[in-house]
């Protein structure tokens, strides 16, 4: 497996830039935002993810060991291909993804190409813990009284993540509402389903 890759930029394309290592040249498919990074002639060091298929060995390189986890991670979620954990990273930072997982943010998850209501549940459900929290983006936790407390807890039982529920059941905070009304209230704001 490839894991680190370092050598002459030969050519800069819309999805990848060929590396001179050595006597090879090797094409890596890179995030856009880590093309813009780069320039011709220049020597790079990239960390590097070896995709091996029926057909096909793609490369794909990232600027830090971060990104390149980060695809790794995201490759794990049913139907969340490489070309999609690509594109995910083209789309959001690692921050940015880290903190739309943490708080369920399905909205930001579906900017992603390819990536609709479904995908988004199943990335949040499936993987929304295993990135760790964000590193340069700090989120308010949503301050919690008893009755709001009990439907956290609820949703929880049910099989929603902490932060999800959360995020449901904010908005009806200090409204007055029973628990049993919050807790309907707020599984209608989650659409009743879990991915």
């Known amino acids: ?6 050598g002459h930029v030969m050519s800069i394309g819309p999805d990848s830039a060929v590396l001179r290592a050595g006597a090879f ?15 011709h002639g220049e020597e790079v060091s990239v960390y590097t993810n070896l995709v091996v298929r029926e057909d096909s ?18 490759q794990s979620v049913t139907g969340i291909g490489p070309k999609t954990a690509l594109a995910a990273l083209d789309v959001l930072t690692t921050d940015e ?13 579906q900017r992603i190409p390819g990536v609709g209501k479904k995908s988004a ?16 983006l700090t989120t308010a936790a949503p301050v ?7 439907v956290v807890a609820a949703l929880q039982g049910l099989g929603w993540q902490k932060q999800q529920a959360e995020a449901a059941v904010e908005p009806f905070i200090g409204s ?9 209230a707020a599984l209608v704001s989650l659409g009743g389903n879990r991915g």
């Not at 497996?1 to 370092?6: A, C, E, G, T, V």
């Not at 459900?125 to 590193?135: D, M, Q, R, Y």
């Not at 007055?176 to 807790?183: E, I, K, N, P, R």
């Open 1 to 6: 497996m490839i894991s680190f890759l370092s």
């Open 25 to 39: 040249g090797l094409r890596v498919l890179m995030p856009a935002r880590s093309l813009t990074q780069i320039r």
């Open 57 to 74: 060995l793609k490369l794909f390189g990232f600027l830090t060991e971060d990104e390149s986890e980060v695809f790794d991670i995201l």
């Open 97 to 109: 993804l880290r903190a739309a997982l943490e708080t369920g943010d399905e909205k930001a998850l």
């Open 121 to 136: 549940q199943r990335m949040i459900l499936e993987i929304g813990e295993k990135l760790g929290p964000a590193k340069g």
């Open 144 to 150: 919690v009284d008893d009755t709001s407390g009990e």
């Open 176 to 184: 007055g509402l029973s628990t049993s009304d919050m807790l309907r």
